[in-house]
């Protein structure tokens, strides 16, 4: 027991794995179609922007800060693309894709130049990044406009064997795992874990936690596609409900918010219990209000495990 | 002990020059809320000359005060939560729950409008003094929590209310808050000078108590607090708990002046209640924050989005407004330090 408990600790990723693996069990039990070949791709395509929006939520958490506004960038990517660059003839993919990543990108350095370099506290750069993007959302689409036929369509199918949704979330976690081989990630935990000590030993702190929020803008833009590619209009109300989604499964994957433990699994993982959940409740023909009275449960339960069971650190707390 | 005139010990043991000119007025303008009441007025005159109905209408100017107060209440336990340094995204719940008691349970079950404020008061309060008590204790981001919390409520109060949104609150609720009530004669809703009266008590609170000291020694530096024998602890779970029950006054207010509730009555309401208190000039763990700018940042942003509106833009241009607001006042006095400064 002391074991598992042990291991749980030092891998903050096998709490929500644990969780995500009694969940699939149940959701299992509840529907036996659940897995079949044949919905894979569409489970998928629903899963795909939960893991991403939680994605893009955890370089920041990781860098020491938050950034609220990832969750609202993946909507208001949605909207670019099939409210303004698909109706003007740029929805092709060679166009549109690089037009995407670099709006996400270059949204996300701006709320890194705010946080490092003006020197904000991140919450309150990030929910003034989360106002202009939603107020932008909603000029450029009032109502949800629905995309024509596009290539992003794929990324909901499948090609062959393969589930389209796989490809983003294959993309951003090669990306992830080949930037681990890099000095980056390591300097990235080491100014989360303590900035002064990470600058006291030669990290460049401004520049690394510009680059967190950065390459959380760009994996964000990946989520409005995929978000794009699941729902085939554009959903300017939905930023609220991705802007919280996006931590809750960065959160549950065990990534700490005091920053400098977690990663990119973890909240895979975490973006899988919250998914799984919903999909479980909904099966079991429950009320939608209760699924969000049970995600807010999901959510304190979670926090509250990390900060006793499972945190290796907890040897007395303060009085 | 023959030197003692090296720059480390002259800029010690000589006293300082007063601060003069620039310097002084911008020490100045970072204690007091000077700068946000000059841009008050200034609105204040925009408004009047753009439409100049305000002046021979005063119900106008009445109903822009009505919802600033409105804000004012739901910003006001955000004002302390962010002065001990925290931060409250259960807002939203604790409005939505706040009107649905004042909408549906008065409606559906019948209960008198004490019952309906005791009640509230109770859950919200309640649910805040645990959430305090927990953040404290074990050291948990108040800002993760706040958020589950919100969602239980949220969808809590749906559930209860069995997804009815008909429920209007009772004429004597709806007389506190909206346009047409009057106060002792008064063409002027209650609810302002409710809101005005607990600003006041929340005043003399801060300013003028222990308790209110001990608040901002908390925010300031929770440890030197506990080492001063503040029962930190105490001090967290009674501002959570403040700010659950003021946000569930204020959302049995806001649903008296909407006549109802929807499932996403508080969302505006909890990021404008921060934008409120962070363009009044409170920061995070700050002995400068106070209601008082709170009020004047919630009066603010009423009149800014009111001009926005009259210009004929939409709300969505307001939102990208307040945004940039947001921005540009913490970045005129709520930077923090740099890194090599703490090294």
């Given at each position: 027991m002391n074991q598992i408990l042990r291991f749980l600790q030092r891998n903050s990723w096998a709490?929500?794995?644990?969780?995500?693996?009694?969940?699939?069990?149940?959701?299992?039990?509840?529907?036996?179609?659940?897995?079949?070949?044949?919905?894979?791709a569409a489970t998928l395509a629903t899963l795909a922007p939960f893991v991403l929006v939680g994605f893009a939520s955890t370089p920041a958490?990781?860098?020491?800060?938050?950034?609220?506004?990832?969750?609202?960038?993946?909507?208001?990517?949605?909207?670019?693309?099939?409210?303004?660059?698909?109706?003007y003839g740029l929805g092709d993919w060679f166009v549109a894709l690089p037009i995407l990543l670099l709006a996400g990108a270059a949204v996300g350095t701006v709320t890194g130049v705010l946080i490092a370099i003006v020197r904000l506290h991140p919450v309150v750069a990030s929910t003034g990044v989360l106002f202009v993007l939603v107020g932008l959302s909603i000029t450029i689409s009032r109502n949800p406009v629905s995309a024509p036929p596009n290539w992003s369509d794929g990324l909901a199918r499948s090609y062959g064997w393969l589930p389209g949704a796989l490809i983003p979330i294959g993309v951003v976690a090669i990306a992830w795992f080949l930037l681990r081989r890099t000095a980056f990630?390591?300097?990235?935990?080491?100014?989360?874990?303590?900035?002064?000590?990470?600058?006291?030993?030669?990290?460049?702190?401004?520049?690394?936690?510009?680059?967190?929020?950065?390459?959380?803008?760009?994996?964000a833009s990946v989520a409005g596609i995929a978000l794009s590619a699941l729902l085939q209009s554009s959903q300017s109300s939905l930023a609220t409900t991705y802007a919280l989604l996006g931590l809750a499964a960065a959160v549950l994957g065990g990534t700490s918010l005091g920053g400098g433990k977690g990663g990119l699994l973890g909240t895979f993982f975490g973006a899988l219990v919250i998914y799984l959940l919903q999909q479980l409740l909904t099966a079991l023909g429950v009320q939608p209000s209760f699924v969000?009275?049970?995600?807010?449960?999901?959510?304190?339960?979670?926090?509250?495990?990390?900060a006793t069971l499972l945190n290796p650190r907890l040897t007395r707390i303060r009085t | 002990m023959t030197e003692t005139t090296t720059d480390v010990t002259k800029s010690l043991t000589i006293p300082q020059p007063g601060a003069t000119g620039w310097a002084r007025l911008r020490h100045w303008a970072i204690e007091t809320p000077i700068i946000q009441f000059v841009a008050l007025v200034a609105l204040i005159v925009v408004l009047v000359v753009m439409i100049p109905a305000f002046i021979t209408r005063p119900q106008a100017s009445i109903a822009i005060l009505v919802i600033a107060s409105l804000l004012a209440l739901a910003a006001m336990g955000q004002t302390l939560v962010v002065i001990l340094g925290g931060l409250d995204l259960g807002i939203a719940g604790?409005?939505?729950f706040g009107a649905m008691i004042a909408s549906n349970a008065t409606s559906r079950l019948g209960w008198p409008v004490p019952v309906a404020f005791l009640v509230t008061l109770m859950v919200c309060g309640g649910f805040g003094a645990i959430v305090g008590?927990?953040?404290?204790?074990?050291?948990?981001?108040?800002l993760v929590m706040t958020l589950g919390v919100g969602a239980i409520l949220t969808g809590g109060s749906m559930f209860l209310a069995k997804g009815d949104y008909n429920g209007q609150p009772p004429q004597e609720l709806r007389s506190l808050a909206q346009l047409t009530g009057t106060t002792f004669g008064l063409p002027i809703p209650p609810v302002l000078f409710i809101v005005v009266g607990l600003g006041v008590l929340l005043w003399l609170f801060l300013a003028k108590t222990s308790a209110g000291r001990k608040l901002y020694a908390t925010g300031v530096n929770p440890r030197a607090a506990a080492l001063a024998r503040i029962k930190t602890s105490l001090v967290w779970t009674i501002v959570f708990a403040f700010s659950g029950a003021l946000a569930g006054v204020a959302g049995i207010f806001i649903a008296a002046f909407g006549s109802g509730w929807s499932q996403s009555i508080g969302d505006p309401y909890l990021f404008a209640?921060?934008?409120?208190?962070?363009?009044?000039?409170?920061?995070?763990?700050?002995?400068?924050?106070?209601?008082t700018r709170t009020a004047i940042g919630a009066l603010i942003l009423t009149i800014v989005s009111t001009l926005i509106v009259s210009r004929g833009l939409a709300e969505a241009q307001s939102r990208i407004v307040y945004g940039i607001i947001i921005l540009a006042v913490v970045a005129l006095y709520g930077r923090e330090r740099h890194v090599r400064d703490r090294f």
């Open positions: 709490f929500a794995l644990l969780l995500a693996a009694v969940l699939l069990a149940v959701n299992l039990v509840v529907s036996p179609s659940f897995l079949s070949a044949d919905r894979l958490i990781l860098s020491g800060g938050i950034d609220v506004s990832v969750g609202p960038l993946a909507t208001f990517i949605n909207c670019l693309f099939i409210a303004v660059l698909l109706p990630v390591s300097n990235l935990l080491a100014t989360g874990e303590s900035d002064v000590s990470a600058y006291g030993a030669g990290v460049n702190v401004t520049t690394v936690r510009v680059l967190a929020y950065t390459f959380g803008g760009l994996i969000q009275v049970a995600y807010g449960l999901l959510l304190v339960v979670g926090v509250l495990l990390g | 604790y409005i939505t008590w927990l953040c404290h204790r074990l050291r948990i981001q108040p209640g921060l934008a409120a208190v962070l363009v009044g000039g409170t920061t995070f763990g700050s002995v400068r924050g106070s209601f």
